[in-house]
């Protein structure tokens, strides 16, 4: 069951990351607020993968499988944001 909701906080923290770096592109407003948009999106995700890193490494013993299952939610993450929010192929 952590997996399962490791795998489901990096996903959280992959969109609240994307929306970090991205929202600039997305708004004017955001354009000059890095710090807001630092502390909005950024303490949330960091968070979130903090725990899911904790659920993944318990529950499979290993750093490695969290590393991969982080990276791979942002694999899946990035260009589904980018493509709907951003209109880029």
Do not use: C, D
Request: no cysteine; hydrophobic share 55%.
């Amino acid at each position: 069951m952590q997996l399962y909701l490791g795998i489901l906080l990096f996903f959280a923290g992959q969109v609240f990351g994307w929306f970090q770096v991205n929202s600039q592109l997305m708004n004017e407003f955001w354009k000059s607020k890095p710090l807001m948009s630092a502390i909005l999106f950024g303490i949330p995700a960091s968070i979130l993968f903090w725990y899911a890193w904790k659920f993944v490494a318990a529950e499979t013993e290993s750093a490695w499988t969290a590393r991969f299952i982080g990276s791979s939610t942002g694999l899946i993450v990035f260009p589904i944001l980018t493509w709907h929010l951003l209109g880029e192929s």
